[in-house]
């Protein structure tokens, strides 16, 4: 509702313009009463150009709607798939980087564990000599020697005798152990009696009448094993290469045992750093690997970035030379801005001029 001021001025006979001001007067007032009567009909047309407006707004924001949840919906599928991708990648690369890891550490862990030698074979003595003797070799071909530097050898024999007359009237008999080097030389050497153990000929009569079905069938024998332990060596300088073994009669005698079958048990027993790193053997690979995988990942990501992640190197390379347009445009925004400050100003003179009525 618009207000409009209207001054009454009382008309002045004496003046001849009377009658103009009252032709304003009514002007004025049938104008204001216009307005008056016309202001609810411009209020009502506006309201209606608003919700028009409005409507319209509404439906151009709903037919747009699909369109931006389709793209919403395809940025975030199209997001989701790439950080998936990438977790995958980098999966791959940390699973690799751990599968060369494990296989340094497991690497490096066998080259300083040292496992302890067991060896059990056969002999065969050559009776043919006066001193039957057998030599039994430690190397092999991917090992010339069989047992590491540093470990304790345990020699031991084992012999499988009757209890036949002549073992019985034989008695003693000496049992001698060399070890000996890559060049022949004697490193070690061990000689010692041995002897069935006795028996009276009541007790083999009894024991014969026990176990005489046993022995008839053929599950029992009359046998007696002999375990002797022949010899202990430390390895040191000179490495050793075999070991030879011979069967000397008692003296005065030239009588040999009789055997049904002989070996040879060799262990070695490890320093105790290396018999704890073995018995604490896979401890040390998982230890191993694990500190073996941080460096090699940062090795990794550090010299292979370009070709680990080629999509975010690349980004970068943009990101930078965009970095670098921008600052390059800014100081050349700059420059210019002090060139244009420091240029010198021209100042406009303008005339006025005053015009006086009168």
Known sequence: ?????????????????????????????????????????????????????AISVAENTVKRAPSRIKGGAARVVRRTWFGVMGACHVSAIMVAAMILAVVLGVGIVSLYVEKPVVVRERLFFDYTEDNPSTVFSLGKKKRPFGVPLGHKVHVSLVLWMPESDLNRRIGLFQLKVELLSLKGEIIARSSQPCMLRFR???????????????????????????????????????????????????????????????????????????????????????????????????????????????????????????????????????????????????????????????
């Not at 604490?280 to 370009?306: D, H």
């Open 200 to 358: 009276s000929q009541p007790i083999r009569l009894a024991r014969t009448f026990v176990m005489s079905v046993p022995l008839v069938a053929g599950i029992a024998n009359e046998a007696q094993t002999m375990r002797i332990d022949a010899l202990m060596h430390q390895e040191k300088g000179t490495r050793t290469k075999t070991v030879r073994v011979t069967l000397i009669p008692r003296a005065q005698t030239r009588l040999l045992p009789q055997l049904y079958e002989a070996e040879i048990v060799i262990n070695s027993k490890p320093p105790w750093t290396k018999r704890m790193a073995y018995n604490w053997k896979w401890t040390l690979c998982v230890w191993t690997s694990m500190y073996l995988f941080v460096p090699i990942l940062i090795a990794l990501l550090w010299c292979f970035r370009p070709f680990l992640f080629p999509y975010v190197t690349s980004r970068t390379v943009v990101e930078d030379q965009n970095t670098e347009i921008r600052v390059v445009q800014e100081e050349v925004a700059g420059r210019r801005l002090r060139e244009r400050r420091n240029k010198p100003r021209r100042r406009n003179f303008t005339t006025t001029q005053e015009i006086y009525i009168l």
């Open 1 to 53: 509702m618009e207000e409009v001021d209207i001054e009454l001025k009382i008309p002045d006979p004496l003046r001849a313009d009377w009658f103009m001001i009252l032709v304003d007067i009514q002007a004025d007032l049938i104008y204001n009463a216009a307005v008056v009567l016309t202001s609810p009909l411009f209020l009502i047309y506006r309201s209606y150009r608003r919700a028009a407006a």
